[in-house]
């Protein structure tokens, strides 16, 4: 019997309503069929940019502010249990039998399908699910474009200046293969069931895929945001210091998708 859904999400996200849009309706585009939200924001605005989404079945919204003020609220720190660790974890072990992959991915994060292809499943069906428990997808940051104050265009047309070599990477995980990621305390990888096997594809050549961070945006945008990991500096040093070799290369690829 096959699968509810072959490629997932899991998001934890908060003030992030401007983005949610163009994020979700570019990833249905390229090939996402559902999205497993974590609303650490608790908005009106929030809910309503996702009610046309939610109700299409595209994607299922966990409130996720029960959370707020107590120990497992505040900075992402190594090896701590918080709010967002739980809510990728939720998805694992809520959902591990509905899809084939699941993403750990946030809301400033596009999965980008390299060799001029248009979608992300001509390379994902090519990976063998029998075998393969999980995929580390590299990632590369894009700067701010020299911009200061926030564009008015989408994000995937203001911001084409990044890094020159991959910086990171993220799990795709295989349904298959995962634990319930109770204490995988990172927003970076999966647990898996030590007694599956399976192997983990790592080889950038081999992969297909990438991830386009769009981590500073403009320096209005980096004041604005909630400094959730220990790893965003705060303060006009702090966006320098990130910025900072992050438009180094030209790299105008997204502009197929508009």
Same mark, same amino acid.
């Given at each position: 019997?096959g699968k509810?859904?072959?490629?997932t999400? *899991?998001?934890?996200f908060?003030?992030?309503?401007? /983005? +949610?849009?163009?994020?979700?309706?570019? =990833?249905?585009?390229?090939?996402?069929?559902?999205?497993?939200l !974590?609303?650490?924001?608790?908005? $009106?605005?929030?809910?309503?940019?996702l009610?046309? /989404?939610e109700e299409?079945? %595209? %994607?299922?919204?966990?409130? #996720?502010?029960? +959370?707020?003020g107590?120990?497992?609220?505040?900075?992402?720190k190594w /090896?701590?249990?918080?709010?967002?660790?739980?809510?990728?974890?939720h *998805?694992?072990?809520? !959902?591990?039998?509905?899809?084939? #992959?699941?993403?750990?991915?946030?809301?400033?994060?596009f999965? !980008?399908?390299?060799?001029?292809?248009?979608?992300?499943?001509?390379?994902?069906?090519?990976?063998? *699910?029998?075998?393969?428990?999980?995929? &580390?997808?590299?990632?590369?940051?894009?700067?701010?474009?020299? =911009?200061?104050?926030?564009?008015?265009?989408?994000?995937?047309?203001?911001?084409?200046?990044? $890094? $020159?070599?991959?910086?990171d990477h993220?799990?795709? @995980?295989?349904?298959?293969?995962?634990?319930?990621?109770?204490?995988?305390y990172?927003?970076h990888?999966?647990?898996? &069931?030590?007694?599956?096997?399976?192997?983990?594809?790592?080889?950038?050549?081999?992969?297909g895929?990438?991830?386009?961070?769009?981590?500073?945006?403009? +320096?209005? $945008? /980096?004041?604005?945001?909630?400094?959730?990991?220990? @790893?965003?500096?705060?303060?006009?040093? @702090?966006?320098?210091?990130?910025?900072?070799g992050?438009?180094?290369?030209?790299?105008?690829?997204?502009?197929?998708? +508009?």
């Open positions: 019997m509810k859904h072959f490629l999400f *899991a998001t934890n908060k003030n992030e309503n401007p /983005y +949610l849009k163009e994020w979700i309706d570019y =990833h249905v585009k390229v090939g996402v069929d559902h999205f497993y !974590y609303d650490q924001d608790g908005s $009106e605005e929030s809910k309503e940019i009610k046309p /989404y299409s079945g %595209v %994607v299922t919204r966990h409130p #996720w502010t029960h +959370l707020d107590t120990k497992y609220d505040g900075a992402t /090896y701590q249990r918080n709010k967002n660790h739980m809510g990728f974890a *998805a694992a072990k809520t !959902y591990r039998n509905e899809f084939q #992959w699941l993403m750990k991915i946030d809301v400033d994060e999965l !980008y399908p390299l060799e001029d292809k248009l979608s992300l499943l001509d390379w994902l069906k090519t990976v063998d *699910a029998k075998k393969i428990k999980g995929v &580390k997808v590299p990632r590369i940051n894009f700067g701010n474009n020299g =911009h200061d104050t926030a564009p008015k265009d989408p994000i995937l047309k203001a911001y084409t200046k990044r $890094e $020159e070599d991959y910086s993220k799990d795709l @995980g295989n349904g298959d293969f995962l634990s319930s990621n109770r204490f995988a990172s927003a990888w999966w647990h898996y &069931k030590w007694y599956k096997g399976g192997s983990m594809l790592k080889e950038h050549s081999d992969i895929w990438r991830i386009n961070h769009y981590y500073t945006k403009s +320096l209005e $945008e /980096y004041m604005g945001r909630q400094n959730v990991s220990g @790893g965003r500096p705060e303060g006009r040093a @702090g966006f320098d210091e990130k910025n900072s992050c438009n180094e290369i030209v790299d105008e690829g997204m502009l197929k998708f +508009l």
